[in-house]
C-alpha cells in the first residue's frame, strides 16, 4: 500500500536556526498538509496545499513558516529562525482530489524535531 | 469554529473487554468524522470513517456511529486485543479538499492480557 514518507525521523536543532522538514506524499494526491503535535497536547492543523499555493492555514502557522512543493515528489516545510516552543512531532498528510471533505488524509510517521 | 472532546486516558482493560472511547464534536455545518489510531513509535492511520448523520464507519471490529443530535461519534469494540493498544484520536472535518483536520486530544488505549 503506497505510504506517505517523511525525512528525518529525529531532527536536532540550535535555537536560530533554520530547519526544513521533508515529505514525500502518495504519488496520486494532490492536497498536501502538515501538522504538529507538542508533547501531551492535541495534534494541530498548520497549513494546506493545492495547485502549488498554499489552501488553508492556521493561526499558529505565522511568518517563521513556509512551504514549498521544490519537484514533483517532496513537499517541506521550513521553518526560519527556530525557537524552543517549536519543539513538536510534525506530520505530513496527503489526500486525494475531488470529493473534498469525504477523502481521508493519510499521514506519514512524523519527524520529531528537538530545539536546543 | 470545529473543536473534538474526547475522554481523557490511559484507559486500561482486560482482554476481550467492550470498548467505548467517547467522542463529541462541535462544528459549523455537517462534518466529516474520522478516527484515526497511532501504534507506538508510527504516524496516524485512518480506522473508520463517517461523512453523514447516521452512517456507521467499521473497520477491524471497531465501529462508531455518527450521531448528529447527540453530536458524538463515539469508538466501540465488542472484545479488544492486546494488539489493540494505542493511542486513538477523534477527528472532524468540514468544508472542501484543503481544510485541515480538527483532532482530540486523543486516548491512551492499554489492553492487559
Known amino acids: 500500500e503506497p505510504e506517505v514518507t517523511q525525512t528525518p525521523s529525529h531532527q536536532v536543532t540550535q535555537m536560530g536556526q533554520e530547519v526544513i522538514l521533508r515529505c514525500v506524499p502518495i504519488?496520486?494526491?494532490?492536497?498536501f498538509y502538515w501538522y504538529r503535535q507538542i508533547l501531551g497536547q492535541k495534534v494541530e492543523f498548520l497549513v494546506s496545499f493545492y495547485n502549488n499555493e498554499i489552501s488553508e492555514k492556521s493561526e499558529i502557522f505565522d511568518d517563521q513558516f513556509s512551504v514549498e512543493r521544490p519537484d514533483g515528489s517532496n513537499f517541506t516545510l521550513k521553518i526560519r529562525s527556530t525557537k524552543l516552543e517549536d519543539s513538536a512531532m510534525y506530520f505530513c498528510?496527503?489526500?486525494?482530489?475531488?470529493?473534498?471533505?469525504?477523502?481521508?488524509?493519510?499521514f506519514g510517521d512524523g519527524t520529531r524535531l528537538s530545539i536546543l | 469554529g470545529n473543536s473534538v472532546t474526547q475522554m481523557e486516558g490511559p484507559v486500561t482493560l482486560s482482554e476481550e473487554a467492550f470498548l467505548t472511547i467517547n467522542c463529541t464534536y462541535t462544528?459549523?455545518?455537517?462534518?466529516?468524522l474520522f478516527w484515526y489510531v497511532q501504534y507506538p513509535g508510527e504516524g496516524l492511520q485512518l480506522l473508520l470513517k463517517?461523512?453523514?448523520?447516521?452512517d456507521k464507519g467499521s473497520n477491524k471490529g471497531f465501529e462508531a456511529t455518527y450521531r448528529k443530535e447527540t453530536t458524538s461519534f463515539h469508538l466501540e469494540k465488542g472484545s479488544v486485543q492486546v494488539s489493540d493498544s494505542a493511542v486513538y484520536f477523534c477527528a472532524s472535518r468540514s468544508g472542501g479538499g484543503a481544510d485541515g483536520l480538527t483532532f482530540g486530544k486523543g486516548t491512551h488505549l492499554i489492553i492487559q492480557p
Open positions: 504519488s496520486n494526491h494532490l492536497y
Open positions: 462544528a459549523t455545518g455537517y462534518p466529516s
Open positions: 463517517a461523512t453523514k448523520a447516521d
Open positions: 498528510a496527503s489526500s486525494e482530489s475531488n470529493t473534498g471533505r469525504n477523502q481521508p488524509q493519510h
